[in-house]
Nanobody
Framework: QVQLVESGGGLVQVGGSLRLSCAAS????????MGWYRQSPGKQRELVAT???????NYADSVKGRFTISRDNFKNTVYLQMNSLKPEDTAVYYC?????????????WGQGTQVSVSS
């Protein structure tokens, strides 16, 4: 059984920063792409950023230059450093990971963490 647990969300003012963490635990053999997605009320879940096990990154245009994704492969943890936050960044942020849990590769999701940016 693999679980993803996010932390680090909260309320911040415009221009502020937050750092999200997502730790994967359980029977983990290996992981490939890990990433962050977000969902605002009334909108579809959207990609924020992804990172491969080798460190290659991909960002949504809306967060380029402001957000940085990183990972610690030994800790099976992915991070999202969010700077220069805007009100439109307000959303529930979900961690996502492609993990081999001993029998096969599967996509796992965290429970989500709320990020609120006040103007």
């Amino acid at each position: 059984q693999v679980q993803l647990v996010e932390s680090g969300g909260g309320l911040v003012q415009v221009g502020g920063s937050l750092r999200l963490s997502c730790a994967a635990s359980g029977n983990i053999v290996s992981s490939r792409v890990m990433g962050w997605y977000r969902q605002s009320p009334g909108k579809q879940r959207e990609l924020v950023a992804t990172i491969t096990s080798g460190g290659s990154t991909n960002y949504a245009d809306s967060v380029k230059g402001r957000f940085t994704i990183s990972r610690d492969n030994f800790k099976n943890t992915v991070y999202l450093q969010m700077n220069s936050l805007k009100p439109e960044d307000t959303a529930v942020y979900y961690c996502n990971a492609d993990i081999h849990g001993g029998s096969r590769w599967s996509i796992y999701w965290g429970q989500g963490t709320q990020v609120s940016v006040s103007s």
